[in-house]
């Protein structure tokens, strides 16, 4: 089974330009995430899509980033215009969709590097 | 918001014992996990804790849970250069399937 894939794995940018980070999550996997590592402190959430629909944007920082995942199955994180505190690890993570409150077990991507200069 | 706590680093010799410790505030806490983050590759889950457990133990690894000081541990029995990695704690509130993670500790083994 493929895990989940991102691209690019590192992206070196200048500050106003624009970034679109894809992550395919593995098939099958209605849960898809996004999470970001700043500057070696926490991993912190962004976004969480349920199929193609946005179930929570609560961690998403400002309106420069820009999430989709048409029909359901990869999703892309556009940042635009880049600035210098967005450099980091952006993480994809999907998990299958289940009734209850069970243990949400999440599958993490590689993570792409972005730096903005 | 929750926060998850860690301490940054930890240096052990091999074949020693490595106990990495967490705290969260979020008392509604429904799931407590450990994942490992090797040089270059992604978040790797090692084992999650129900909250109404207070251990589990799964071959060299062994999770201990105080869910009244809200604190979770990781020990590594028998560490190896290989275990050398970041280790995540992180939790799941009963409300929604959001995970919140803390900063990472970086385990550093000699050999």
């Known amino acids: 089974e493929a895990g989940v894939t991102q691209f690019p794995s590192h992206s070196v940018i200048e500050k106003g330009q624009t970034v679109t980070l894809r992550c395919d999550p593995i098939s099958g996997h209605d849960n898809l995430y996004w999470y970001r590592r700043v500057m070696g402190k926490e991993i912190k959430f962004l976004l969480h899509?349920?199929?193609?629909?946005?179930?929570?944007e609560s961690g998403m920082p400002n309106n420069r980033f820009l999430a989709e995942r048409t029909g359901g199955t990869y999703s892309t994180l556009k940042v635009q215009p880049a600035e210098l505190e967005d450099s980091g690890v952006y993480f994809c993570?999907?998990?299958?969709?289940?009734?209850?409150?069970?243990?949400?077990?999440?599958?993490f991507g590689a993570g792409s590097r972005l730096t903005v200069l | 918001g929750e926060d998850v706590e860690q301490s940054l680093f930890l240096s052990v010799r091999e074949g020693d014992s490595s106990v990495i410790n967490c705290t969260y505030t979020d008392s509604s806490s429904t799931y407590l996990y450990w994942y490992k983050q090797e040089p270059g590759a992604g978040l790797q889950l090692l084992t999650y804790?129900?909250?109404?457990?207070d251990m589990k133990q799964d071959q060299r690894l062994t999770v201990l849970l105080n869910k009244k000081d809200k604190h979770l541990s990781l020990r590594i029995a028998d560490t190896q250069t290989g275990d050398s990695a970041i280790y995540f704690c992180?939790?799941?509130?009963?409300?929604?399937?959001?995970?919140?993670f803390g900063g990472g500790t970086r385990l550093m083994v000699k050999p």
């Open positions: 993570a999907s998990s299958p969709l289940r009734l209850g409150s069970g243990a949400n077990v999440l599958t």
């Open positions: 804790i129900f909250s109404n457990m």
């Open positions: 992180a939790e799941k509130g009963d409300a929604g399937n959001m995970l919140t």
């Open positions: 899509f349920v199929k193609e629909s946005k179930q929570d």
